[in-house]
C-alpha cells in the first residue's frame, strides 16, 4: 500500500482544510516547536483506527476536535482522509476498491456522536478499516510511522514488544484480529451447544 495524500479538516490544530501530497519514500516532517509536526503523525494514526485517546495525547478521542483559540471557536467535528493506492498483487479483502486501486478512507467525529469511517465513499465499520490496513501490513502502530522518541524506544524495548514490532511490519496483525474474531465465534457456538445439551437433557 503507498500512502498518496492526507487531508484534515478541524483536527488539533488543523482547523482549516489542509491537504497534503505524500511522495513515494522516506517523508519527514520538520518545523518550529508546536507547529503541528507530531498532530500530522496522529492524523495519519487516527484515520488508520486509532481507539486510544492517550495516543493521541488527549483525555477523551473528542480532544483530537479544534478546541478554538482566543480568535476562532472550537469546531464540532473533526475529518481526516486518507488517499492509498494497492500496490501489484495487494488485496483488500475487507472493502472493494477502484479499478485505479484507489481506496480513500476517512474517519470523521462529531462531538457528542463518536467516530464514523467511510471507503471510497461507503460507510464501513471500524473494524474493516484496521484490516485494511493490518492486511497491508500498516496500521496504526506501523514502525513506518516513526513519531519523535520513537527511535530511542525500539532501541529500548523488550523482545516481546520488539516482536510486536516486526509482526506489524510482517502484516501479521491482520491474522491476529481475525483469530480474535474466530475464538470469539467459537465461544458463542460452544455456549450454544451447552445450552441445547441442557435442553437435551431436560426434555430427556
Ligand atoms: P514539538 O516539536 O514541540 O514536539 P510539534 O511540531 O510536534 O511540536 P504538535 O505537538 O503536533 O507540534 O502541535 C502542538 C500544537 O497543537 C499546540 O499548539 C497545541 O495547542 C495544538 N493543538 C493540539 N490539540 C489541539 C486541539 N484539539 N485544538 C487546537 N489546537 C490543538
Redesign the pocket.
Known sequence: MQIKRLKLSG???F?DPTELRIEPGLTG?V????????????AIRWVMGESSAKSM??AGME???????STRP?RDF?EVSLLTVQEQGELFNAVEVGADGELEVTRRIERGAGSAYRANGRDVRAKDVSLIFADAATGPHSPALVS?GRIAAVIAARPQERRAMLEEAAGISGLHVRRKDAEQKLRAAEANLARLDEILTDME
Open positions: 483536527f488539533k490544530s482547523v516532517i518545523g518550529p516547536n508546536g507547529c503541528g509536526k507530531s498532530n500530522l503523525l496522529e495525547r488527549g480532544d483530537v476536535i479544534f478546541a478554538g483559540t472550537q473533526a519523535q
